[in-house]
Antibody, heavy 123, light 111 residues
């Protein structure tokens, strides 16, 4: 199973930017759709967005709360996934998980999760 | 307010059977999108427990089972054990929101 390690979390002021990284252990990363999921302190899981594999076009989708502020990208040559977060708000405070998608007919499931990285947005 | 509705908490004694419901609507579960379940033990990342409504990944005990009917899905746990104490989340896709949706999570307490 692929291992995922997130990094880049920390404290940032409202309106600021932060880039999270996720290192994947396997070369099969190239063929995998990747997702970011976040979890605010003491709250449930929230899907942030996804990026398809290069084979499938590499398109991105985002949840409404982060659309136009967050950008997901990938560097297949380095087995790396990124989440660029701009115009950060207090409500973006959460643990951010990097996740691999297992493709099913209509709705992929999330089969491998990183350990998460904490982002705190506060003045 | 989550798009998929789960009870905030359930409980059961060791050895008992508990079920956790996940109620959606015609744009997600009712539209035929698969339901998946995740287990999150305290202080850890979530883990895939059930995928495609009723399938168990390798290594998940057969005490865990999933089902789906209409606009709802359920997770059943039989032979409850202390180590099952965790938060459980359902997940599907919503065509109106054009995105992945999660339930609010259910905290399972083993008495």
């Amino acid at each position: 199973e692929v291992q995922l390690v997130e990094s880049g979390g920390g404290l940032v002021k409202p309106g600021g930017s932060l880039r999270l990284s996720c290192a994947a252990s396997e070369s099969t990363f190239n063929d995998v759709w990747m997702t970011w999921v976040r979890q605010a302190p003491g709250k449930g899981l929230e899907w942030v967005g996804r990026i398809k594999s290069k084979t499938d076009g590499g398109a991105t989708d985002y949840a409404a709360p982060v659309k136009d502020r967050f950008i997901i990208s990938r560097d297949n040559s380095k087995n790396m996934l990124y989440l660029q977060m701009n115009s950060l708000k207090a409500e973006d405070t959460a643990v951010y998980y990097c996740v691999t998608e297992y493709q099913l007919l209509w709705n992929n499931c999330f089969d491998a999760w990183g350990q998460g990285t904490l982002v705190t947005v506060s003045s | 307010q989550s798009v998929l509705t789960q009870p905030p908490s359930v409980s059961g004694a060791p050895g008992q059977r508990v079920t956790i419901s996940c109620t959606g609507r015609s744009s997600n579960i009712g539209a035929g999108y698969e339901v998946h379940w995740y287990q999150q033990l305290p202080g850890t990342a979530p883990k895939l427990l059930i995928y495609g409504n009723s399938n168990r990944p390798s290594g998940v005990p057969d005490r865990f089972s999933g089902s789906k009917s209409g606009t709802s899905a359920s997770l059943a746990i039989t032979g409850l054990q202390a180590e099952d104490e965790a938060d459980y989340y359902c997940q599907s896709y919503d065509s109106s929101l054009t995105g992945v949706v999660f339930g609010g999570g259910t905290k399972l307490t083993v008495l």
